[in-house]
C-alpha cells in the first residue's frame, strides 16, 4: 500500500491511525468535497449576492440568505463533526448528524422553493439541489443506525461474511 501513501495526504502516519472510529462510520471523501463545496458557495448567497443568470436572481433576498445560511451552518457542522472533532465519536457523528440533517432539510425546502419560484428554468437546478438534499438526510439516517448498531448489538441484523456461509 506504499504506492497511495501520497493519496493519504498525511492521515495515516506509519500505520497509525489519529482518530480511532469504533462504530465504522467512516467518511466518504464525495461527502467531504461537497460539504466544503457548500461552505465555498453559500458564503456568498448568506451576504445576498447572486449573479444576473442565476436561479438564486429570480428568487426573493430571504430564500437566498436562508438558503445560504443553512448550507453554511449545516456543512460546517458536517465537515466539523466528519474531521475534526476528536474529543469522542459520539459528539463527532452527532455533529456530522445534525449537520447534514440542517443542510438536507434547507436543500430539499428549497429546491421545491426554486421550483415554486424559477418555474421551469429552476427545474434542472432544483432537481439537482433535490438529489444533494435527499442524499444528506439519507447519511444522516446512515450514522442514525450506525448509533443504534451500537447501542444495541442484539438488535442488530446479523451481516453475512466470507467466514459465516
Known amino acids: 500500500m506504499n504506492y497511495l501513501k501520497w493519496w493519504n495526504f498525511g492521515v495515516r502516519r506509519e500505520g497509525k491511525l489519529p482518530y480511532a472510529d469504533p462504530l465504522h462510520a467512516g467518511r466518504h471523501p464525495f461527502q467531504t468535497f461537497l460539504l466544503a463545496l457548500c461552505v465555498v458557495s453559500g458564503i456568498p448567497q448568506l451576504f445576498g449576492r447572486t449573479t444576473a443568470e442565476s436561479v438564486e436572481a429570480q428568487l426573493p433576498l430571504w430564500l437566498v440568505t436562508a438558503w445560504g ?3 453554511v451552518v449545516g456543512a460546517i457542522l458536517g465537515l466539523v463533526g466528519a474531521h475534526v472533532w476528536r474529543r469522542d465519536y459520539a459528539t ?3 455533529l456530522e448528524r445534525v449537520g447534514l440533517y440542517l443542510a438536507g432539510a434547507a436543500a430539499v425546502v428549497y429546491s421545491i422553493l426554486v421550483a415554486r419560484y424559477a418555474g421551469i428554468s429552476g427545474a434542472l437546478a432544483g432537481s439537482i439541489i433535490l438529489a444533494f438534499g435527499l442524499a ?5 439516517s446512515d450514522i442514525g443506525l450506525i448509533f443504534h ?3 444495541n448489538p442484539d438488535d442488530s441484523p446479523e451481516i453475512e461474511t466470507e467466514e459465516g456461509r
Open 69 to 71: 445560511g443553512c448550507l
Open 92 to 94: 463527532a457523528l452527532t
Open 136 to 140: 444528506c438526510i439519507r447519511r444522516g
Open 149 to 151: 448498531r451500537a447501542l
